[in-house]
């Protein structure tokens, strides 16, 4: 029984750190970045409310972002730095 748990935890631990780097390399480097809500097109977007890259099932989804040099996603038609 104890060998169960101790296994069960080790391969908990190792999913955990799975999980981690395949976020990290999901999420774009953010230096000089910021989040432009609704200027995505579909399956294009960095990540959304709950889900990350190429989530987005419609052309300029609200709740989906992608990084844009900071200062200029208040400059593309349809772009917020707010999910709507």
Known sequence: MTKK??????TAIVAVGVNAQ??????PNM????????????????CAANDCAGTSKVNNDRAGW?????GTCD???GGSTRPR
């Open 5 to 10: 748990i101790v296994l069960a935890a080790l």
């Open 22 to 27: 395949a976020l990290a390399h999901t999420l």
């Open 31 to 46: 230096d000089g970045m910021e989040r432009c809500y609704g200027i995505a097109k579909q399956g294009q977007n960095d």
């Open 66 to 70: 992608l990084a844009v040099p900071k």
């Open 75 to 77: 400059r593309i038609v």
